[in-house]
């Protein structure tokens, strides 16, 4: 289905299948797109099993959800993978063209972004001339975050052709999701000690997301296993080791919690 290049093949499609995705919010959960390595060192718990720069298909409910990744507001992750390349598939909306760049936000069925396409060469200025409101366009670029607000820096903004392609898109995120999911499981089965470890960094770094920092009545464990995608029992332990330790409290009752690093 997918070449070599990160490009898809697959013959013509047809304007229904992209309104069949769009139409329904397309595919909603939270997804990953690479396997991560579990690692023994510092790493704060983020896996790195390919590199942040490695350029990884979202949506853009993935992106609005996706945790600091660190002190670092400008870094992300997802479901403790790193992220900062990224790839969108979705529809064109708000262009508008300035003597530098061009603004427009995009509209994948799950979510809007805004993206921004500085113009430093005639070939880009041409490549934005060719796409306009109501195309279906394929973005690759850099994931920002400005004042709490995220947005796309794209260095590529291709029309779709082929309606394939976005149906691709959508399957190639579910696909690389749930090979994320079985390696999650994997990962606690048989590394011990470290997996704990990087599932303890993950769930401080949701409480210290500035979505949720300013929560009065702070988040339960519920919250945290459906946004992480992790077991149950898992979450269940790591939460009560940071109870004994005093890194969260209640607040409301026994199932909310906040950190005390938070106030």
């Known amino acids: 289905?997918?070449?070599?290049?990160?490009?898809?093949?697959?013959?013509?499609?047809?304007?229904?299948?992209?309104?069949?995705?769009?139409?329904?919010?397309?595919?909603?959960?939270?997804?990953?797109?690479?396997?991560?390595?579990?690692?023994?060192?510092?790493?704060?718990?983020?896996?790195?099993?390919?590199?942040a720069q490695t350029l990884l298909p979202l949506t853009v409910k993935q992106i609005m959800d996706a945790a600091q990744a660190s002190d670092d507001k400008s870094n992300?992750?997802?479901?403790?993978?790193?992220?900062?390349?990224?790839?969108?598939?979705?529809?064109?909306?708000?262009?508008?063209?300035?003597v530098t760049d061009?603004?427009?936000?995009?509209d994948d069925g799950?979510?809007?972004?805004?993206?921004?396409?500085?113009?430093?060469e005639s070939s880009?200025?041409?490549?934005?001339?060719?796409?306009?409101?109501?195309?279906?366009v394929i973005v690759n670029g850099g994931l920002k975050g400005f004042q709490g607000k995220r947005h796309v820096v794209a260095?590529?903004?291709?029309?779709?052709?082929?309606?394939?392609?976005?149906?691709?898109?959508?399957?190639?995120?579910?696909h690389v999701h749930l090979e994320l999911t079985r390696s999650k499981a994997a990962a606690f089965s048989g590394s011990g000690n470290t997996a704990?470890?990087?599932?303890?960094?993950?769930?401080?770094?949701?409480f210290h997301d500035p979505a949720i920092i300013d929560r009065e009545d702070g988040i339960t464990e519920?919250?945290?296993?459906?946004?992480?995608?992790?077991?149950?029992?898992i979450v269940r332990k790591v939460f009560q080791e940071h109870i004994d330790a005093g890194n969260i409290y209640n607040t409301i009752d026994d199932l909310h919690f906040k950190s005390a690093l938070n106030g």
């Open 222 to 233: 519920a919250y945290v296993i459906e946004r992480l995608k992790l077991p149950k029992d």
């Open 76 to 98: 992300f992750a997802i479901n403790g993978v790193e992220v900062s390349t990224v790839r969108l598939v979705g529809r064109m909306l708000g262009k508008i063209e300035r």
């Open 110 to 120: 799950t979510g809007k972004i805004d993206v921004n396409r500085w113009e430093n």
């Open 102 to 106: 061009v603004q427009f936000t995009l």
């Open 155 to 174: 260095y590529s903004v291709r029309r779709v052709t082929n309606f394939n392609d976005i149906t691709h898109h959508f399957l190639h995120c579910i």
């Open 1 to 51: 289905m997918y070449g070599g290049g990160g490009h898809y093949d697959g013959g013509g499609g047809g304007a229904a299948n992209a309104n069949s995705l769009f139409g329904g919010g397309g595919f909603m959960p939270s997804q990953s797109t690479t396997v991560p390595e579990s690692g023994g060192g510092g790493g704060g718990g983020l896996s790195k099993g390919r590199n």
């Open 124 to 136: 880009d200025t041409k490549e934005m001339a060719d796409v306009n409101d109501g195309n279906y």
């Open 196 to 206: 704990e470890n990087d599932v303890s960094s993950l769930i401080m770094n949701v």
